[in-house]
């Protein structure tokens, strides 16, 4: 209706002159009535989460375990395309604030399944769905009666709308979650949140600082930053790539003002020299975006001197990289991620 | 202790979903409940929470359109204040027996609203206000019992308050941003900053 002053004042009339609120809520008292519920729907029962690391499967973890201690299991597959570090750090990090939390790691499986794969959507889809069926499959040993989940109000946007106590039809950002089991319930403690007031329940519930400011980081993880075939060598490479990336940028304290800064390996091979003799290697590509909502973003104007350590690291770091990429190119036209 | 809450059912506005948001940032807990919720499932919530008012939300919807969704009108008459914003204010016309046609001059953009009673929602809004609207649909009649709050030219009512007394509520609502009768023309809809 009203532009924005206009608006605010009829919907500040509303709740105050003709609903008579008190205001006298506080973002805490999310976290209080999340506890509350889950409770409540447990019971004495037991239930799992699936712990992908990110911020909202984190914060919901917590939560959760804050309502149920012992009888909360988040389960963390590693499917092998993680960043440098991270299911040890996932697993660290929780079993320090006493989650119970189990990593099931199954790279083999995964990079099984992608041989010979080069069609990106096609990856993405084979990696959810073996994603499904680790998860299952660790699901049914723990033979738990409820699924915890960590859908924020944006997600219930993108899978259409549907009443929450609809059974069991579910969001996950590697695509779906178990079909074959049945729970008794499906818990979505964030439900009604936007993604910057799971960071504000985050920074009230004290997780730590490296688990609310990650990066955002897609599904299928390092498998859609190789283009064309994944193989084990290549996701070495590229991770060690990343690594490079971020330990730079983070060194240069550029972290904070950037949304995502990681590399690509490409399939383009090229010449270089090394020594004295002719070298022919990858080619990495780096993405550096500045973005508030990742609708669009724009290519960091990063200084040069960052860049060459960058690009200098990876070639002296990984011999089979001969070439080092910078990506001047805004979304639109062109995607944060290359596949 | 039960907290005062308000209610907001969403039709699928795209910028009406930052309502409960937008209370929230006031103090005031707000839940996001789907549109076919029922005046049952309703009370049973308020057994959680004191809820003290519901917004209905904008929608990309016509009230006559066929795939509408559903909407349990005991919601009207359950006794709590109601705003109704946009495709919420047509709805409410709709089920309350007003007439709601699809508007002949469309309006997108801004336009002068008379205010002729800065009451309640509309308190200390001015006699004339510029406003960015973009709908289709326009409620051309009043429901019985309500009466009329603000209008523009091609818009007769533009905002509205239920003076029903066997209507314990106060029903209150207004054309918003959005709420038209074809969901593509409003990819590009301006959007609403509440």
């Not at chain 1, 002159?17 to 205001?23: G, H, L, P, S």
């Not at chain 1, 092998?80 to 083999?108: C, D, L, P, S």
């Not at chain 1, 975006?289 to 350590?309: D, N």
């Not at chain 2, 326009?138 to 029903?164: G, H, K, Q």
């Amino acid at each position: 209706m009203v532009h924005t002053e206009n608006g605010m004042k009829m919907l500040r009339n509303f709740i105050f002159e003709v609903c008579k609120c008190q205001a006298n809520w506080r973002p805490e008292s999310l976290i209080d009535k999340a506890i509350h519920e889950i409770r409540e729907t447990v019971g004495d029962g037991t239930a799992i989460i699936g712990l992908s690391g990110g911020i909202d499967s984190s914060v919901a973890t917590f939560l959760a375990a804050k309502a149920l201690g012992e009888r909360l299991l988040a389960i963390y597959v590693d499917h092998g395309f993680m960043r440098f570090g991270e299911a040890e750090f996932v697993e660290e990090t929780f079993q320090k604030h006493n989650v119970n939390v189990v990593v099931v790691r199954a790279q083999e499986r995964f990079l099984k399944k992608l041989e010979g794969v080069i069609d990106p959507e096609e990856k993405r889809k084979i990696i959810g769905s073996e994603f499904i069926r680790v998860f299952e499959e660790a699901a049914k040993k723990i033979d738990a009666e409820y699924l915890i989940q960590g859908t924020i109000y944006p997600d219930r946007i993108e899978s259409g709308f549907r009443k929450h106590s609809d059974t069991i039809k579910t969001h996950h950002n590697v695509g779906g979650l178990p079909e074959k089991i049945e729970f008794k319930a499906i818990i979505e403690p964030l439900r009604d949140l936007y993604k910057d007031e799971v960071r504000e329940v985050a920074k009230i519930m004290g997780l730590p600082d490296e688990l609310v400011r990650r990066q955002p980081f897609p599904g299928p993880g390092l498998a859609v930053r190789i283009i064309g075939e994944v193989t084990e060598e290549k996701t070495n490479l590229v991770r060690k790539a990343d690594k490079i990336v971020t330990d730079e940028i983070e060194k240069g304290g550029l972290g904070d003002s950037l949304w995502q800064y990681f590399a690509v390996l490409t399939e383009t091979k090229s010449t270089g020299v090394k020594g004295d003799s002719r070298a022919y290697g990858y080619t990495v590509a780096v993405r550096i975006v500045e973005s508030k909502e990742a609708m669009t973003a724009g290519f960091a104007r990063i200084p040069y001197e960052v860049l060459e350590r960058i690009s200098t690291r990876i070639t002296n770091e990984l011999p089979k990289v001969t070439r080092v990429v910078y990506d001047i190119t805004h979304k639109p036209p062109a995607t944060i991620e290359w596949e | 202790m039960k907290l005062d809450a308000i209610l907001v059912l969403d039709f699928g506005g795209q910028y009406c979903n930052l309502i409960a948001r937008r209370v929230r940032e006031h103090k005031v807990y707000s839940e996001i409940v789907p549109c076919d919720i029922t005046s049952e499932e309703i009370k049973e919530l308020n057994k959680k929470m004191n809820m003290k008012g519901l917004i209905l939300s904008g929608g990309p919807w016509s009230v006559y359109e066929k795939d509408a969704p559903k909407f349990d009108s005991k919601i009207l008459k359950i006794g709590i204040p109601i705003l109704g914003l946009c495709y919420g204010h047509q709805l409410i016309a709709y089920f309350s027996n007003g007439k709601v046609e699809p508007g002949s001059k469309r309006e997108y953009g801004t336009a002068d609203v008379i205010v002729d009673k800065p009451v309640g929602v509309l308190k200390g809004l001015g006699r004339k206000e510029k406003v960015w609207m973009s709908h289709g649909d326009t409620v051309y009649e009043l429901p019985e019992d309500y009466e009329m709050l603000a209008f523009t030219e091609s818009c007769p009512i533009l905002s509205n308050r239920s003076l029903s007394t066997q209507n314990k509520a106060d029903i209150w609502s207004s054309v918003a941003s959005r709420g038209g009768s074809h969901r593509k023309r409003h990819e590009n809809a301006p959007q609403l900053h509440l």
